[in-house]
């Protein structure tokens, strides 16, 4: 079974602090996907990586797809209360399988 | 465009008791999937439709069955419920079955079995 581990399970931070979030496997992705979901709502996705070493920007988010396709991480620069929410990476490996997720608290 | 919806909202099942969750998508696309999602272990594929006329196992599919009944819509059937699916199921699309492809969610359904 492929599985994703992501840490830190749980990031209670204040507002204007930065942080990362990863996202790591022993197997290898054709692409990897990041999607974001907020109390009582669906994930919603942020964005897509496909090949090895790319970097993505989202506004105040950076996303990375490591060299050899295993791992991704999450950058947050200067987090936002509005940046609360639950944080999945997601990979495709035959059938889209999820890590457990990181829950991020921002407060103000 | 409403998406993906689902229904119900919210649930509370007897153990033994059965229900079917709805899902339907508005956005013609060719896959869609059930998930649960339990506290610390993200979001597990129970079934999945990689187009209309074909259902699929995913990680969970134990005590669950499947219905493709058109392109838009693909419900989940518990026979007979169990503490152990307590959960919340979401219903999901996409283009096409792979992770090139954006998964659209629905707003999920909250269930507890007594």
């Known amino acids: 079974t492929q599985l994703l581990e992501q840490s830190p399970q749980f990031l209670s931070i204040q507002e204007g602090e930065n942080l990362t979030v990863y996202c790591n496997s022993s197997?290898?992705?054709?692409?990897l996907q990041w999607y974001r979901q907020e109390p009582g709502e669906g994930p919603v996705l942020l964005v897509t990586?496909?090949?090895?070493?790319e970097v993505k920007k989202l506004k105040r988010l950076t996303f990375q797809f490591g060299d050899a396709r295993k791992d991704s991480s999450l950058h947050i620069t200067a987090a936002q209360p509005g940046d609360t929410g639950l944080y999945l990476c997601?990979?495709?490996?035959?059938?889209?399988?999820f890590g457990q997720g990181t829950e991020l608290s921002v407060k103000p | 465009n409403a998406g993906v919806t689902q229904t119900p909202k919210f649930q509370v099942l007897k153990t033994g008791q059965s229900m079917t969750l709805q899902c339907a998508q508005d956005m013609n696309h060719n896959s869609m999937y059930w998930y649960r999602q339990d506290p610390g272990m993200g979001l597990r594929l129970i079934y999945y439709s990689a187009s209309e006329g074909t259902t699929d196992k995913g990680e969970v599919p134990n005590g669950y069955n499947v219905s493709r009944l058109n392109k838009r819509e693909f419900s989940l059937r518990l026979e007979s419920a169990a503490p152990s699916q307590t959960s919340v199921y979401f219903c999901a699309s996409s283009e096409a079955g792979t992770g090139f492809f954006e998964q659209y969610f629905g707003p999920g359904t909250r269930l507890t079995v007594t």
């Open positions: 990586v496909v090949t090895g070493g």
């Open positions: 997601a990979a495709q490996g035959g059938k889209l399988i």
């Open positions: 197997s290898v992705f054709s692409s």
